[in-house]
């Protein structure tokens, strides 16, 4: 099943937007570094933790080597791309403008989304390995377009009922 990419933009003419404030990848360098500075703390601290210690590390620097790291978001001043994983030459552009309300959905299994809601009632959605930085992001260019925000204020503007009435 091939999915339509809305709002399509050559992926040639990305370089023409200038550099990104902001690129998600598919990379955890943060984690990795991570597991490869407490690989070297338990190679140094006893014979026992070494063993564990040379595993974490064959791993570490394999998936450092190993694992491709794809750009999937780019945010610009006036507009993000998006780079869908198995589409080579295009990719999605999406004006700040034209969005009308967006969501970053945490999964359990699948990971967490970004769902962006455009004019003429149109939905992209795209996976979000770092959903915390898309968040900060989106959160000062467009605080106010937060489908979750709205939510919380919206409940914050109803009269409490309780669940049992006094008789």
Not at 32 to 56: E, K, Q, T
Not at 114 to 143: A, C, H, W
Not at 148 to 160: A, D, L
């Amino acid at each position: 099943m091939e999915f339509e990419l809305v709002n399509a933009f050559p992926l040639s003419s990305v370089e023409g937007l200038g550099v990104p404030k902001k690129e998600i990848t598919t990379k955890p360098y943060i984690a990795l570094a991570v597991c490869f500075v407490l690989s070297i703390i338990m190679l140094l601290i006893s014979p026992a933790m070494r063993i564990l210690g040379i595993i974490v590390l064959v791993i570490t620097i394999l998936a450092f080597v190993k694992i491709p790291n794809e750009k999937r978001i780019a945010f610009y001043d006036t507009c993000l791309v998006i780079f869908p994983p198995k589409q080579r030459e295009l990719c999605q552009k999406v004006d700040f403008d034209e969005i009308i309300e967006w969501v970053v959905r945490q999964g359990k299994v699948g990971g967490d989304q970004l769902i962006l809601r455009l004019e003429g009632d149109k939905y992209i959605q795209t996976e979000s390995f770092n959903s915390t930085r898309i968040v900060r992001f989106l959160n000062n260019v467009m605080p106010e377009r937060e489908a979750n925000r709205k939510q919380r204020n919206e409940m914050k503007n109803t009269p409490f009922q309780w669940l049992r009435k006094k008789k």
